[in-house]
């Protein structure tokens, strides 16, 4: 009897591990955007979602927006008028209008790394263009466009090393560093694509700054040792495609002053010739091409004083904490700078008289 007693008196502890799902959402009653895009109003923000919708013959897309004035009562005002309830966690791309980008990016980014309702991981770019025409141009797109934002910035399906690719954590750390910047890709509506790269967007301190080409990032890619295999680089004389490519550092601090060699070397392919350059000409006129343009991105960056290459990482052990917030300031301005460029033919194609 007691045993019985004992039994009945612990069932209603059993039901409760029983009801630990009652607020969750069937998959069947969400709505998942692999996008959001997101304007400055006057008051507020704007918001777009592009959200899927798959067919027996194709995947299109549906753009939903909503006004407020801050994204959270946007998105929920948006569940409220929609059958199924909205799901940020599978965000893929985000997408910022200039305008908000040269205001500043803090108080969107902080909020979304609070909230955890957009993943962290979340690639960012910001729409050079009416992002209102840009949305929409991608609803209207002929044969659907549902996957479009997220295949382009995808590694293993349209990204290109000439653009920048960057992530909500990461522009939300250079935010809050004195050493570190971020570019994050400009976008707009192609002529003849769909897409078009614009170049890519100096962040200091979660405003846009200033803005570099693709070629420029190019080289912010391979500073940073991304990959920049399959970029062709066309010469006067020759084309060649990058096969691989690293970077190699030497830094020194004297008489508070930063000092920074650079050795970027790449192994390229010759694709094709115009006329009968030798190897030498085309590995010389490669190296100048790139020296120049190397220089220049430096040149355009301590004028702006935005660290996006991340310089200062380097002698952050070399400057007194209390002194690393003028780091951009102070000490980069004055970056002593050697860079060094090293191409290496490893593949002559049908080139002739490779020995001259």
């Given at each position: 009897?007691?045993?019985k007693?004992?039994?009945?008196?612990l069932l209603?502890f059993?039901l409760?591990?029983?009801?630990?799902c009652?607020d969750?959402?069937?998959?069947n009653?969400?709505?998942?955007?692999?996008?959001?895009?997101v304007?400055?109003?006057?008051?507020g923000?704007?918001?777009?979602l592009?959200?899927?919708?798959?067919s027996s013959?194709?995947l299109g897309t549906?753009?939903?927006?909503?006004e407020?004035e801050?994204?959270?009562?946007?998105?929920?005002n948006?569940s409220?008028?929609?059958?199924?309830?909205?799901?940020?966690l599978h965000?893929?791309?985000?997408?910022?209008?200039?305008r908000?980008?040269?205001?500043?990016?803090?108080?969107?980014?902080?909020?979304?790394i609070?909230?955890?309702?957009?993943s962290a991981?979340?690639?960012i770019?910001?729409?050079?263009d009416n992002?209102?025409?840009f949305?929409?141009?991608?609803?209207n797109?002929?044969?659907?466009?549902?996957?479009?934002l997220?295949?382009?910035?995808?590694?293993?399906?349209g990204?290109d090393p000439?653009?920048?690719?960057s992530?909500v954590?990461e522009?939300?750390?250079s935010?809050?560093?004195y050493?570190?910047?971020?570019?994050i890709?400009m976008?707009?509506?192609?002529?003849?694509?769909?897409?078009?790269?614009v170049?890519s967007?100096v962040?200091k301190n979660?405003?846009?700054v200033e803005?570099i080409s693709?070629?420029?990032?190019?080289?912010y890619?391979?500073?940073?040792?991304?990959?920049?295999?399959?970029?062709?680089?066309?010469l006067?004389?020759?084309?060649?495609?990058?096969?691989?490519?690293d970077t190699d550092?030497k830094?020194?601090?004297t008489?508070?002053?930063?000092?920074?060699?650079?050795t970027?070397?790449?192994s390229?392919?010759?694709?094709?010739?115009?006329?009968?350059?030798?190897?030498?000409?085309i590995?010389?006129?490669?190296e100048e091409?790139?020296?120049?343009?190397?220089?220049?991105?430096i040149v355009k960056?301590?004028t702006?004083?935005?660290?996006i290459?991340?310089i200062?990482?380097?002698f952050r052990?070399?400057?007194?904490?209390k002194d690393l917030?003028?780091?951009?300031?102070?000490?980069?301005?004055?970056?002593?700078?050697?860079?060094i460029?090293?191409?290496?033919?490893?593949?002559?194609?049908n080139?002739?008289h490779?020995?001259?």
């Open positions: 009897m007691l045993k007693m004992l039994i009945f008196s209603p059993l409760f591990p029983l009801s630990g009652w969750n959402r069937d998959i009653h969400r709505v998942m955007p692999i996008s959001i895009g304007a400055k109003m006057d008051e923000y704007k918001v777009f592009q959200i899927p919708e798959p013959e194709s549906r753009i939903v927006t909503g407020g801050t994204i959270n009562q946007i998105i929920d948006i409220v008028n929609m059958e199924s309830a909205v799901d940020l965000v893929k791309v985000i997408v910022v209008d200039k908000l980008a040269e205001e500043g990016l803090n108080d969107l980014i902080s909020g979304f609070r909230s955890r309702d957009v991981k979340a690639v770019a910001i729409c050079d992002i209102d025409q949305f929409e141009s991608m609803e797109a002929e044969g659907g466009e549902g996957t479009i997220l295949d382009y910035f995808e590694k293993y399906s990204w000439h653009v920048a690719l992530r954590w522009v939300y750390r935010s809050h560093s050493t570190r910047d971020v570019a890709p976008i707009k509506r192609g002529q003849t694509t769909f897409l078009e790269i170049g967007a962040i979660g405003r846009l803005v693709s070629d420029e990032t190019l080289l890619n391979a500073f940073n040792n991304k990959s920049t295999r399959g970029k062709i680089e066309i006067d004389d020759a084309s060649v495609m990058i096969l691989s490519n550092y830094a020194e601090f008489d508070q002053t930063p000092h920074l060699q650079t970027f070397n790449f390229v392919m010759i694709l094709e010739t115009n006329g009968n350059p030798s190897a030498q000409d590995k010389m006129n490669l091409l790139l020296l120049d343009r190397y220089k220049a991105l960056l301590k702006s004083e935005a660290d290459l991340g200062g990482q380097h052990k070399e400057i007194p904490r917030k003028n780091w951009r300031s102070d000490y980069y301005p004055n970056l002593a700078f050697n860079p460029i090293q191409v290496d033919i490893q593949n002559y194609g080139l002739k490779t020995t001259n």
